[in-house]
């Protein structure tokens, strides 16, 4: 796929995936948080100090929450690694890729909420708003990344174009 990226050891590809994954969360989850606490669904996931957002209203995040998203981070730097390298499965397409990626995102993330209670798991209301939230941000974020690659690549095909304008009145 990319050769840089491919090129890097594991464990430095992991880390940067990481980097952007926890940072990702962590804002994510300081906006779900403000959000929250505003919501009338809000009852269905505030619960006695035991879930994500127990001391948003205070404006801190517990501590054991960072921990959590660092290590729902860890996990899915781990799987991102393995499936956007090329040495892993070198002929999927990016589309499977980043299908797989969306998928195992949505599975991880509900054990994470699963085992950490970050969601009553009494209330199949509040885990139906969950799971569409996590499925509608994954599709969001992709089509993001999709539409950044397309303007880069107009922008290059561009600057090739003009590359061999330039070359072939020479």
């Not at 949505?106 to 950490?116: K, P």
């Not at 969601?119 to 996590?134: G, Y």
């Not at 599709?139 to 095909?157: G, N, P």
Request: glycine letters at 2%.
């Amino acid at each position: 796929m990319h050769d840089e990226f491919d090129d890097a050891p594991f464990a430095t590809r992991a880390l940067r995936m990481f980097t952007v994954i926890f940072t990702m969360s962590i804002l994510a989850m300081c906006v779900m948080g403000l959000l929250a606490t505003r919501n009338p669904l809000s009852e269905l996931t505030m619960r006695e100090g035991r879930d994500l957002f127990s001391l948003v209203e205070m404006g801190t995040l517990p501590l054991r929450s960072i921990l959590q998203m660092a290590g729902f981070s860890a996990v899915m730097s781990c799987v991102g690694t393995l499936l956007f390298s090329a040495r892993f499965f070198p002929k999927m397409r990016a589309a499977w890729r980043t299908f797989f990626f969306l998928l195992a995102n949505i599975f991880i993330v509900s054990a994470f909420a699963a085992v950490f209670e970050w969601i009553p798991t009494d209330v199949p209301r509040a885990w139906a708003v969950f799971i569409i939230t996590c499925a509608l941000a994954s599709i969001a974020a992709t089509a993001l990344a999709h539409f950044k690659h397309w303007l880069e690549s107009k922008r290059y095909d561009k600057l090739l174009a003009d590359f061999k304008a330039r070359r072939k009145s020479q």
